[in-house]
């Protein structure tokens, strides 16, 4: 059985929210001074390294990944998109100013008008049209994942939304400059416009949701840390499933042909 996720001291009780100070030698200084969301992401270190790993990504960086998974990832990717933006709209229903409503607005946008440009790629390397791709229900793996946000998301504070979010753009961002460096792909490179666009572009986003979480997080008592810091490994643990769901084609043991009848 899973154990519980316990954090040290420094994490429920350090000064969330200060400065990250690079040149502080002493770890234990380090540790007492860290950022909570750098904190998160140590916590999460094991999980980031699988994903790296992952045979999806490890196609991105290779180009071998079949026209099959391609398209599952991005039917399965759309709708994923589609409750984040939903999520983001029960965040903005929980602020109290206007800065991060902006914030939280800006990244709607950003999902309706720029993140198709990665699907496009994965569309047009599987030789299919991006339209034909919508509407189709979960799979497992993505319908935990999308439950998982929007249970947080009714039930939690906006502290828990950006914990579950988080990793959303924070995993992307840092498979992008990975497989950036790694590669270093030519325009020829069928995911070249998919690595610049994550490599590119998502830190922006991360830095500014990192920097609310770490502002908001730090005047909470620790127990409610210890539930962020749950919600965010979840998510994290439901990056990589969504990887390996696209991988393996996954789908639920008997899918039920009526059911998209009926929806359609
Ligand atoms: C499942 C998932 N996670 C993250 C991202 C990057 N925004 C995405 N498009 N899809």
Redesign the pocket.
């Known amino acids: 059985m899973a154990k519980p996720l316990h954090f040290g001291a420094a994490f429920l009780y350090g000064r969330a929210g200060a400065p990250c100070l690079d040149f502080i030698e002493n770890e234990a200084e380090v540790l007492s001074m860290a950022c909570f969301t750098e904190e998160l992401r140590r916590t999460a270190d094991p999980i980031f390294t699988a994903i790296f790993a992952h045979p999806f990504v490890r196609g991105i960086a290779e180009g071998t990944l079949a026209k099959e998974q391609l398209i599952h990832y991005v039917k399965q990717?759309f709708e994923?998109?589609n409750a984040?933006i939903r999520v983001y709209g029960i965040a903005i229903s929980k602020c109290e100013h206007r800065d991060a409503m902006a914030l939280f607005n800006e990244q709607i946008s950003f999902?309706l008008d720029s993140?198709t440009h990665?699907h496009q790629n994965f569309c047009d390397v599987a030789g299919v049209t991006y339209e034909e791709l919508q509407g189709f229900s979960l799979a497992p793996s993505?319908n935990h994942?999308v439950n998982h946000m929007l249970t947080v998301a009714h039930e939690g504070t906006r502290e828990d939304i950006v914990a579950a979010l988080l990793?959303?753009?924070w995993?992307?961002t840092e498979i992008g400059r990975r497989l950036l460096e790694e590669v270093k792909p030519e325009p020829s490179h069928p995911f070249y416009e998919w690595m610049h666009f994550?490599g590119d572009r998502?830190s922006g986003i991360t830095m500014q949701l990192r920097r609310l979480l770490d502002e908001w997080a730090e005047p909470l008592p620790a127990a409610h840390k210890q539930r962020l810091a749950e919600h965010f490994v979840t998510s994290c643990q439901l990056?990589y499933m969504?990887w390996d769901m696209a991988y393996k084609l996954e789908d639920w043991p008997a899918p039920v042909t009526e059911a998209e009848a009926v929806r359609a």
């Open positions: 990717d994923y998109l984040f999902i993140e990665p993505a994942y990793p959303c753009p995993t992307y994550y998502e990056e969504f």
